[in-house]
């Protein structure tokens, strides 16, 4: 059974269901952010043990295949030295789930700090929504409208 898990779950495989996977958790965030279910299912470290496993999973894979892990630093040399890096699929999909978890991160992070300030949860709909698909843009958007309800401006809050 291991192994038809093992084999069921390739690259692409696994990136459809980190997508897919990660839909629920934005869909609560977004119409339910101050509900029960949001607090204790999204903005908690559930979903991070979860975009973890899959990061292991491909860690793991890639350690099998001789994956070069070294090269990953080439990332800093130069621009055409991260195109080479993201043209190999398990960088790309280690990539993505990294991705993915910040911007998820960073939409609960929203959605608390949102709560504290008792922003309209109509009002951070847009931010989270830009968040979700622009990860620091929305958190820019969410940004200047905190500025309206915290009565100040603070770089480092």
Not at 39 to 52: D, N
Request: glycine letters at 4%; one cysteine or more; charged letters at 10%.
């Amino acid at each position: 059974m291991i192994e038809q898990i093992y084999n069921y779950f390739t690259i692409d495989m696994l990136y459809y269901w980190v997508n897919i996977g990660v839909l629920p958790f934005w869909l609560i965030l977004i119409f339910f952010p101050r509900s029960h279910l949001c607090r204790y299912l999204v903005t908690s470290i559930f979903p991070f043990f979860i975009l973890t496993g899959a990061y292991i999973f491909v860690l793991y894979k890639s350690y099998l295949n001789s994956f070069d892990f070294v090269s990953n630093f080439n990332l800093y040399m130069g621009i055409d030295d991260i195109s080479d890096l993201f043209s190999e699929k398990n960088f790309l999909i280690m990539f993505w789930i990294h991705f993915i978890s910040i911007n998820l991160f960073t939409g609960g992070w929203i959605v608390k700090d949102s709560e504290k300030f008792m922003i309209n949860k109509f009002l951070i709909f847009i931010p989270l929504i830009i968040t979700y698909l622009i990860g620091p843009l929305g958190l820019f958007v969410y940004w200047l409208i905190r500025i309206f309800y915290a009565k100040n401006i603070s770089l480092y809050d």
